[in-house]
């Protein structure tokens, strides 16, 4: 079902003539009230008058990560504290969290983003959500309850952790849809194995995972463990949570960007040069609506690339495929770009192997030493260390065949490898550089 | 003729082993006999035991990759060529012993040898054919 079938199938031309009339409307506010973006456009020698054309977006200079982080806590906002009615703020793994601000308006945008999404993937008023997106600064739990109250369904907030209730609570009160991270559903299905409790006899029709990168395989796992269909689900809390674009249940191919609240953009990362639709790059966003907290040209750091092609379920909003990988998540092995994305491919093609995997990287000698933690499984546990060994020996082989990159193996036992009830920490890197 | 093994898989870290032996001995389960092959990352940890279904509830509760494995049990003459004699037999036969290892008690004048076979019912055939006493699994946990 389209939630907003007036701006979701709009015609392209309609849709960009209230991209350009909203772009100019963000940049007046934001040049008058974010003395940052004064500076970056004044630096740049290009007054928002000048933008005349969605071409002359790439005019404008970037806003990175870091400038949010030099500008803690408030410093972005384009409002008054007076206007704000809520904070969110990013876990600050990585560095400084970042903290974004939303006025009423913004909340109320956010809502009808998520109702969208969660009706592209396939929720309705009558169906009951089970969120066990975390609910706190976390953008996901509060911005999926919004969204489920705004569809009309009836939202469970569960949030994370405290997971063998969540098993008790998905057995008696039959949620329809989940919504988590991939890995945590992962772990949730373990659990209910545990529990003996089989999916099978669960409610669940479809599934909407975000928050962190996740590859096909990883769909097909989680559909035949949990028996649903799995969707994708985009956003990062600096441009305004989940809700900036969504997989529909119908294609399950590529995410479409509400376009008529964000303009993306896709660039090489190297030198920051547009690339064409179609091409792979870091995408790029815009914010054309939102009030407290506008973001221009923000690079979110994600690999991914933008279709254009009509889509099966009427939506004419451009589609990005799945993210496949983070600039910053990227390693580098002996020269080799490796993404921990393409390392669960090659993983889940091979039968006995658990989706679980960490990524140890070391230097020994000058060299940058790959190693692979995965776990095994009970089916394919043998007797025979001849069996381990050519398990592992297919593991290498096929690692080294599609990355072209050596990695040493090592098995692992069952849940050993830490399973957060967030996101997954995938790669360790000891490397002192 | 068959007996149960239990076969546990072991990462290479420290006190790995002794909680095995620890969660079997809280279940209140004897150890008959045992056999540990490694590598420099793993290693499989093979157990004859008393009472294998605790064993296995007790070892997957602890959080273990479990499985049971069918193996042979047999009487081996305790003198010179006693073993021989039985291995000649088998690879006359073509039956290939993917490992074994010895029981830790004797049987009157005889040891007791687990074998793990690639072709498990011939192997058994042929061994009580040719006159090798088979022991199965209850005497053998009883032992």
């Known amino acids: ?433 | 003729m068959q007996a149960q093994q239990i076969s546990i898989f072991l990462e290479n870290k420290a006190g790995r082993l002794s909680e095995v032996t620890g969660i079997l001995s809280d279940a209140g389960v004897n150890i008959r006999a045992l056999s540990l092959a490694d590598t420099s990352d793993f290693g499989v940890l093979r157990l004859i035991v008393d009472d294998n279904e605790k064993a296995e509830s007790a070892l997957k509760q602890g959080g273990f990759t479990v499985k049971t494995t069918p193996v042979v049990a047999a009487l081996v003459n305790d003198r010179p060529g006693g073993l021989h004699g039985i291995l000649d037999l088998l690879t006359r036969n073509g039956i290939n012993v993917e490992y074994m290892y010895a029981f830790v008690q004797q049987s009157g004048d005889n040891a007791v040898m687990i074998f793990r076979f690639d072709k498990i019912d011939e192997a058994a055939r042929i061994l009580s054919e040719n006159g090798a006493e088979i022991i199965d699994g209850d005497r053998l946990y009883a032992m």
């Open chain 1, 1 to 433: 079902m389209i939630f907003n079938i007036e701006y979701e199938t709009m015609p392209r031309e309609a849709l960009e003539s209230i991209q350009l009339r909203r772009l100019q409307a963000t940049l007046s506010r934001a040049y008058a009230a974010v003395p940052f973006y004064r500076k970056q456009l004044d630096d740049a020698g290009v007054k928002p008058g000048d933008v005349r054309s969605l071409s002359d977006l790439s005019r404008l200079p970037f806003t990175a990560k870091q400038d949010l982080r030099h500008n803690y806590p408030f410093n972005m906002f384009a409002v008054p504290m007076d206007n704000v009615v809520r904070i969110h703020a990013s876990s600050g793994t990585t560095g400084q969290p970042t903290v974004v601000g939303y006025t009423a308006r913004d909340i109320d945008t956010w809502a009808e983003l998520m109702a969208r999404s969660l009706s592209a993937g396939g929720a309705t008023r009558g169906d009951i959500i089970h969120n066990a997106f975390g609910y706190g600064l976390f953008t996901g739990g509060l911005g999926v309850h919004y969204g489920a109250e705004k569809l009309g369904a009836s939202v469970i907030p569960v949030s994370g952790g405290n997971t063998r209730r969540q098993v008790i609570i998905m057995k008696d009160f039959g949620p329809s849809i989940m919504t988590a991270t991939p890995s945590y559903a992962l772990h949730l299905a373990e659990a209910a194995d545990e529990m003996g409790v089989s999916f099978r006899d669960l409610n669940f029709r479809f599934g909407i995972f975000g928050a962190e990168p996740w590859s096909e395989s990883m769909r097909r796992e989680i559909e035949e463990k949990l028996h649903l269909k799995a969707v994708d689900i985009y956003g990062l809390s600096e441009v305004i949570g989940p809700g900036v674009s969504m997989e529909c249940h119908e294609a399950q191919n590529g995410l479409h960007i509400f376009e008529d609240h964000f303009i993306p953009e896709i660039i090489d990362p190297e030198t920051g040069q547009p690339l064409p639709w179609g091409e792979t790059g870091e995408l790029v966003i815009t914010s054309i609506t939102k009030e407290a907290f506008p973001v221009i040209r923000y690079r979110t750091r994600d690999i991914t690339s933008l279709n254009p092609e009509p889509c099966i379920c009427g939506r004419t909003m451009a589609r990005m495929n799945k993210v496949s990988g983070r600039t910053d998540d990227m390693l580098i092995i002996r020269g080799v770009n490796v993404f921990p994305s393409q390392i669960e491919s090659v993983l889940m093609e091979i039968r006995g192997v658990e989706p679980h995997y960490q990524l140890e990287v070391d230097r020994k000698d000058n060299l940058d030493v790959l190693t692979v933690r995965v776990e095994i499984s009970d089916s394919a546990f043998s007797d025979e260390v001849k069996e381990l060994q050519r398990l592992s020996e297919t593991i290498r082989n096929n690692i080294k065949e599609t990355l072209g990159v050596s990695a040493s193996v090592k098995l692992a036992e069952p849940k050993t490898i830490a399973r957060s009830e967030g996101k997954a920490a995938r790669v360790i890197d000891r490397r002192k550089l």
